[in-house]
């Protein structure tokens, strides 16, 4: 097991991790390149290696913040209906705060103050960025005044990107997300009910045709740019399931740079088109097996969390309940020193991280023909096996086998643990999230959901507690097919 060196979390109320001794990792931020940019040319690597949703390690240490200022949109997606955030981008929740850009200014002040992994100022809605573009521009530009080395990202239908392209282009925004939900008007016309284009409301095929060209000319015109273009596709069974992987082609073709496949949510309660009509969610195994189709495409993005347009925090958190307008004080500047401290350590946190990847690479390379198996990890942050099972809300699901350690997706869990006491109904759901999962690796567990677990045939491991994830399981999954131990999978 490695050093037991950790980042550790935030305190409720903020602060940056405790300083802690150097360790063998490398100091400069330049350094340590981790795995998913090993295709990278360097100034992509720049661009996305503290972008939490860009790079899959990145999540682990940054966090990103939406500011809800643009609540117009131009399209009609059968998955929202306006009263919830832009489900393009976000889950439906809670009405959001609306902001004025001044307002979200001194929101975003006081978050960088006090969340030192912020590294990413996004627009998500709660409608269109692009289409709402005058308070989309004003609020970046005073941002850039004041905190110039926060990263700027916006998502967007794409309807109305061509109208904005200069403006983003000569604002340094070097990412952008559209969602795209197909590349065939036939399949937009169940998708999309109308749309609003030239001060005309177009309804049918005729809508998602101009769509579909104004996504197609988005993309062309962001890698003109040189802008990272990410494209964002709903699932929607028996609707775009199996045409995502022509989506996915398409986007590709036109230098996408990342893809990004989420569920649809369509609970009844939210009151929308799809959710009224019994438009079925896809299961975990279906989302599962479309991303192992695509998985020679585009890179592809399996943590995404499907944020708020309000979301604060690390992918997976949201601290937004704790910066609402009415806890944050009229006037107030910014203090650069804690993202700055927050920084040097991740540096050399990462350094070591990668190391450790390394040798947990060379652990499994070194076993003979062993069975691939998924394994559930319950970690905090910071790439560590480092959450106790109760306070888990979510899973990392991980591919482990002899070819190495990759991560695959994460599932949402009713929190085990509340107040103390363990809740068997929450259990039960639990262990049908766990379907398909042969472990469990956490930095804790109870006696009582230990047995359950173990009695509906899932191993549960604590002895990798605040080990690096890679390490951690590589290690397991060695001593679980070693040859003096062998089991069958
Ligand atoms: Fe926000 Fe989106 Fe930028 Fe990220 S979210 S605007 S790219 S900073 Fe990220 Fe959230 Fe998924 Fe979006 S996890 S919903 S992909
Ligand atoms: Fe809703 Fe976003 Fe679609 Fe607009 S683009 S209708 S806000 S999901």
Redesign the pocket.
């Known amino acids: 097991m490695s050093q037991l060196i950790h980042i550790q979390p935030l305190e409720p109320n903020g602060g940056i991790p405790s300083p802690r001794p150097a360790t063998q990792g490398c100091a400069s931020s330049a350094c340590g390149k981790m795995s998913d940019a090993k295709d990278l040319a360097d100034d992509i690597w720049e661009k996305v290696k503290d972008h939490p949703c860009y790079s899959e390690e990145a999540h682990q240490y940054f966090a990103r913040m939406h500011v809800a200022v643009a609540p117009a949109?131009?399209?009609?997606?059968n998955?929202?209906?306006?009263k919830?955030?832009?489900?393009?981008?976000s889950r439906p929740g809670v009405v959001s705060e609306r902001l004025t850009p001044e307002q979200a200014l001194r929101k975003v002040i006081a978050v960088a103050n006090e969340v030192s992994q912020l590294s990413v100022l996004g627009i998500a809605?709660?409608?269109?960025a692009c289409y709402d573009w005058e308070k989309t521009k004003e609020t970046f530009e005073q941002v850039a005044k004041v905190i110039p080395d926060v990263k700027f990202c916006l998502s967007?239908?794409g309807l109305a990107l061509a109208d904005c392209i200069d403006d983003i282009a000569k604002m340094n925004i070097d990412h952008v997300t559209l969602?795209i939900n197909m590349v065939d008007p036939e399949i937009g016309a169940k998708i999309?009910p109308w749309i609003f284009f030239e001060n005309k409301r177009w309804t049918g095929i005729e809508a998602s045709r101009i769509l579909h060209e104004r996504q197609m000319l988005a993309l062309e015109l962001l890698k003109e740019r040189g802008i990272l273009a990410k494209v964002n596709s709903v699932m929607i069974p028996d609707i775009n399931d199996t045409h995502l992987l022509e989506v996915n082609r398409v986007v590709k073709e036109k230098g996408a740079f990342l893809h990004n496949i989420m569920p649809l949510i369509s609970d009844p309660a939210h009151g929308t088109h799809f959710g009224l009509t019994g438009q079925r969610e896809p299961s975990h195994q279906e989302l599962m097996a479309l991303q192992n189709q695509l998985a020679d495409g585009t890179k592809l993005m399996r943590h995404c969390r499907q944020c708020r347009a309000d979301a604060i925090g690390l992918l997976g958190e949201d601290r937004g309940q704790a910066f609402s307008m009415d806890k944050i004080p009229e006037t107030l500047e910014y203090n650069p020193a804690n993202r700055a401290s927050y920084r040097e350590i991740v540096a050399q946190e990462r350094g070591e991280h990668l190391e450790q990847k390394k040798s947990a690479e060379k652990k499994l390379a070194e076993l003979e023909a062993k069975p691939t198996i998924l394994a559930a990890v319950v970690s905090k942050q910071g790439g560590r096996i480092n959450q106790h099972f109760g306070h888990a809300q979510e899973f990392q699901i991980y591919e482990v086998s002899p070819y190495g350690v990759k991560f695959i997706s994460h599932r949402k869990i009713p929190l085990y643990c509340a107040e103390g006491n363990g809740d068997d109904q929450r259990l039960d759901s639990i262990i049908t999230a766990l379907e398909g999962i042969q472990a469990v690796l956490c930095a804790r567990i109870g006696d009582c959901p230990r047995e359950k677990l173990e009695k509906a045939g899932i191993e549960v491991n604590v002895d990798y507690a605040h080990d690096w994830i890679e390490s951690g399981l590589s290690s397991w999954y060695a001593a679980r097919f070693s040859k003096e131990n062998r089991r069958i999978a």
């Open positions: 949109c131009n399209i009609q997606c998955y929202c209906n306006r919830y955030d832009c489900a393009n981008e809605g709660p409608g269109d967007t239908n969602t999309y």
